[in-house]
């Protein structure tokens, strides 16, 4: 059985690491050069970089600081954000990130996933999505719908479907993110992340809600997640990267324990 992963999210504005609710009310919490190294040496499995406004703005990704936040740590690297073509995700790669995460990009241009795969290796590309809860339909018949350009717009895709398709189009990883359990501290969604989890091929990676260490556990269990998005609930000193994984392996959870 593969270790189950604990992953640092910095989502990043204007050089700073922010954190909303749902995608709004963003507050400016600290560097992410320092942040970045500091869960390093804490004992996180990666670190996750999102430019989380330069899809919306339609600009390139901040580059330099991509490059700072990779010179001092020693871990996967994963970076999203106005990233919409092969050479956006060559710059990503040669600045020192080990896989780049194409969310809205993708949407409007699935080849861009089969490209960066044969160009790079499926285990370099991260299908980020963004998902929010809907009324099923016959276009949505999850209830699930992908959301794009930082939560603003609805594609009428079903985001099961959606998970498939980039699977199938060449995705190494799929980091699953609810908006609407989105820094709210209350869990992750369970349903969601298990029914992506049990119908794809690759690992998962759950992304919103954790609010304690129980939540960790039971989207890393009943939700069948292969790794944990984690953001408030360190930022804000909840507890700490550390504790989290001696609560998980205390409960059985195959854990990386670097100390």
């Known amino acids: 059985m593969l270790s189950k992963r604990i992953i640092p999210c910095l989502d990043v504005r204007e050089g700073c690491t922010t954190k909303g609710i749902k995608f709004k009310q963003n507050v400016d919490i600290g560097d992410p050069v320092e942040m970045g190294r500091y869960y390093y040496e804490e004992g996180a499995d990666e670190i996750v970089f999102y430019d989380i406004t330069a899809s919306n703005e339609k600009r390139d990704i901040m580059i330099d600081v991509v490059s700072r936040v990779a010179g001092d740590i020693f871990i996967p690297f994963s970076v999203g954000g106005g990233i919409r073509t092969l050479d956006d995700m060559r710059r990503v790669l040669l600045a020192g ?4 995460s194409v969310n809205s990009a993708a949407i409007r241009d699935p080849e861009i996933i089969s490209k960066g795969a044969r160009a790079f290796g499926s285990q370099c590309i991260v299908l980020g999505m ?3 809860k809907v009324t099923p339909s016959d276009a949505v018949p999850s209830g699930y ?3 794009i350009n930082g939560g603003r717009t ?3 895709i079903d985001a099961l479907k959606w998970a498939q398709k980039g699977e199938a189009l060449g995705a190494g990883e799929i980091c699953l993110n609810s908006i609407d359990a989105d820094g709210t501290l209350d869990g992750y969604e369970l349903t969601l992340t298990a029914l992506i989890s049990e119908n794809v091929n690759i690992p998962v990676i759950a992304s919103g809600g954790a609010g304690n260490i129980d939540h960790i556990y039971q989207v890393l269990t009943r939700g ?11 930022h ?3 507890c700490t990267i550390r504790e989290i994984k001696e609560d998980l392996h205390a409960r059985g959870v195959k854990v990386r324990m670097s100390w």
């Open 224 to 234: 069948r997640a292969d790794a944990a998005l984690v953001a408030s609930i360190i």
């Open 97 to 100: 990130a080990e896989k780049v």
């Open 236 to 238: 804000y000193g909840t």
């Open 154 to 156: 609805y594609t009428g």
């Open 130 to 132: 963004d998902v929010k």
């Open 145 to 147: 719908e992908m959301v």
